[in-house]
């Protein structure tokens, strides 16, 4: 087995898609991912609880020159933004391009892009009478969400769903498809490609 490939994971809250990344290196499922740094935008971000727990090295970093200063100490090959609330500087997309990832709570091209985050998708979804939803795993460019896309999910709109149920639904493909996705991008960076 060739060497692990070295993951950075940026993050601004309770970090539960960094959560089940930590999971699955630890059950085998990501056997050839090793996360070397959690940057987080806040210093208050559960996910850096998470990350110490699970032995890793944290940071936090809330100007772009930071992050990358970071990012460059950490030996890092591919960066997983996984709830991270900031648009990152074109200096850093420039550094890491084709090897940053991001995990978006709607069916690209549909609810992205500036201003849906968080509940703001789900409701979105619901008001306008949408029969499904899901998540999608893309490549990180200069717009916002307007990356290649690496994989998506579908997960159905029920009949009473209001934005928590769908976000929780969401949630947990989330921490499905951001593994897979990840694995996918490990494979193309060692392929030489995108």
Same mark, same amino acid.
């Given at each position: 087995m060739s060497e692990k490939t070295k993951v950075a994971v940026l993050v601004s809250g309770g970090g539960t898609n960094l959560q089940a990344l930590i999971d699955k290196v630890a059950d085998g499922q990501l056997d050839d991912v090793e996360i070397v740094r959690v940057i987080s935008s806040r210093e208050d971000a559960f996910a850096l609880t998470r990350a110490e727990k699970a032995g890793i090295t944290t /940071? $936090? !970093? =809330?100007?772009?020159q930071e992050v990358l200063k970071e990012l460059k100490a950490s030996g890092a090959e591919i960066v997983v933004l996984a709830g991270y609330m900031r648009v990152l500087s074109?200096?850093?997309? !420039?550094?890491? =391009?084709? %090897? #940053? #990832?991001?995990i978006h709570p709607s069916l690209i091209p549909k609810y992205c892009g500036k201003g849906f985050y968080g509940m703001r998708v789900h409701k979105a979804v619901i008001e306008a009478g949408e029969k499904e939803s899901g998540a999608t795993v893309h490549y990180v460019d200069e717009g916002v969400d307007t990356g290649a896309i690496i994989l998506q999910e579908k997960v159905p $709109?029920?009949? &009473?769903?209001?934005?928590?149920?769908? !976000? /929780? %639904? $969401?949630?947990?493909t989330e921490h499905e498809i951001l !593994? %897979? &996705?990840?694995e996918r991008a490990v494979d193309n960076l060692k392929k030489g490609g995108k």
């Amino acid at each position: 087995m060739s060497e692990k490939t070295k993951v950075a994971v940026l993050v601004s809250g309770g970090g539960t898609n960094l959560q089940a990344l930590i999971d699955k290196v630890a059950d085998g499922q990501l056997d050839d991912v090793e996360i070397v740094r959690v940057i987080s935008s806040r210093e208050d971000a559960f996910a850096l609880t998470r990350a110490e727990k699970a032995g890793i090295t944290t /940071a $936090v !970093a =809330r100007e772009q020159q930071e992050v990358l200063k970071e990012l460059k100490a950490s030996g890092a090959e591919i960066v997983v933004l996984a709830g991270y609330m900031r648009v990152l500087s074109p200096e850093i997309i !420039a550094e890491y =391009r084709d %090897r #940053i #990832i991001n995990i978006h709570p709607s069916l690209i091209p549909k609810y992205c892009g500036k201003g849906f985050y968080g509940m703001r998708v789900h409701k979105a979804v619901i008001e306008a009478g949408e029969k499904e939803s899901g998540a999608t795993v893309h490549y990180v460019d200069e717009g916002v969400d307007t990356g290649a896309i690496i994989l998506q999910e579908k997960v159905p $709109v029920l009949d &009473g769903d209001t934005p928590e149920t769908l !976000a /929780a %639904r $969401v949630l947990e493909t989330e921490h499905e498809i951001l !593994a %897979r &996705g990840l694995e996918r991008a490990v494979d193309n960076l060692k392929k030489g490609g995108k």
